[in-house]
């Protein structure tokens, strides 16, 4: 799995996101957390992912660079706006898949 160096991560799950990381990398199950994601299709930006289907090493392999981890789906969709934010703030629009995919550089 690729990391983003500036991960974003939600309140309810920053007390153990490291330990979250650490098993979603070695290939065990993790239920109940979700990823938000470069979207893999090019008319989507962003998707948010539920670990319970990374239980697969194809998956997990196929995954695109994960840029948050929330505990909840609604954590997820107020990273997803945080990070919308920051994108319109320090670009001017909300192109996300270029403002993350340039961070990466």
């Known amino acids: 799995m690729k990391w983003s160096e500036h991960l974003y991560v939600g309140d309810q799950v920053k007390r153990y996101a490291d330990r979250v990381r650490k098993r979603l990398n070695k290939g065990k199950s993790d239920v109940g957390h979700y990823l938000i994601t470069l979207a893999e299709n090019d008319r989507d930006q962003l998707d948010i992912i539920n670990t319970m289907f990374l239980?697969?090493?194809?998956?997990?392999?196929?995954?695109?660079?994960?840029?948050?981890?929330?505990?909840?789906?609604?954590?997820?969709?107020?990273?997803?706006?945080?990070?919308?934010?920051?994108?319109?703030?320090?670009t001017g629009t909300a192109d996300l898949r270029a403002y993350f995919v340039g961070e990466e550089r």
Do not use: F, K
């Not at 695109?64 to 990273?79: H, N, Q």
């Open 55 to 90: 239980m697969t090493d194809r998956s997990r392999d196929r995954l695109p660079l994960v840029l948050g981890i929330a505990s909840t789906r609604g954590e997820a969709l107020d990273l997803v706006r945080q990070m919308t934010e920051d994108c319109l703030n320090d």
